[in-house]
């Protein structure tokens, strides 16, 4: 199975040169951390800053430059910081190419649910719900299944919903699977992963159709 990082360094295959990026907290995060070589593309965070670097070394933190998850980051040259309301407009403008979120639960019809579990406090819904409503392409980055083994690619959300059919592709420790009319289609394996694995791990319809590749990291 793959590591976060692994995940992570997946879905930065996806990434395409010019591309505007808004990293969501958790495992997406990370992918700062893999954009390919000869890729240029400008990552974007609510709090207020375009053209986010990798995460900064030991030692090295600026405890006032952070991103929205409030992680310490570095700034690449020719960064701007600016106040959440124009970073926020540019989400509900279009602006942002790709967006890359962790969920909780996602649907066999793209709806995702990453901002609350009932009966726990949360701070609030952050720019999850923005996001959902205004990116071009939205990648999940995810554990396929809980700590008790149940899987959290369903049928239908059982938690509070962020957005509804807006999800395209789910990477997860697994595997990295389409969202269609069909339900997830799987289109690559993790290595070592096997296809029953793969059926015992996911709730919602499953598409396995041909030879299926594994997946390179």
Do not use: H
Request: proline fraction near 5%.
């Amino acid at each position: 199975m793959l590591t976060k990082n692994q995940i992570a360094q997946r879905i930065a295959a996806e990434l395409k040169d010019g591309y505007y990026v808004n990293l969501g907290i958790g495992i997406p995060t990370l992918v700062a951390n893999y954009i390919p070589n000869g890729i240029n593309v400008v990552l974007q965070s609510e709090n207020g800053i375009l053209g986010m670097g990798p995460f900064p070394f030991e030692g090295e933190e600026d405890p006032d430059l952070i991103n929205a998850g409030k992680q310490t980051i570095t700034k690449l040259p020719g960064s701007v910081i600016f106040d959440s309301a124009m970073s926020f407009g540019m989400i509900r403008a279009g602006r942002v190419d790709l967006t890359v979120l962790g969920a909780m639960e996602v649907s066999e019809t793209g709806d995702i649910a990453n901002w609350k579990i009932p009966g726990k406090m949360v701070k609030g819904m952050g720019g999850a719900m923005d996001l959902v409503a205004s990116a071009k392409n939205i990648i999940v980055a995810m554990q396929q299944v809980n700590k008790a083994g149940e899987s959290k690619l369903l049928p239908k959300c059982s938690l509070p919903i962020t957005g509804l059919n807006c999800i395209k592709k789910v990477v997860t420790e697994l595997g990295v699977y389409d969202i269609t009319e069909r339900g997830f289609e799987l289109k690559e394996v993790a290595p070592g992963v096997t296809i029953d694995l793969i059926k015992q791990s996911t709730a919602g319809r499953l598409v396995i159709e041909g030879d299926i590749p594994t997946m390179i990291v």
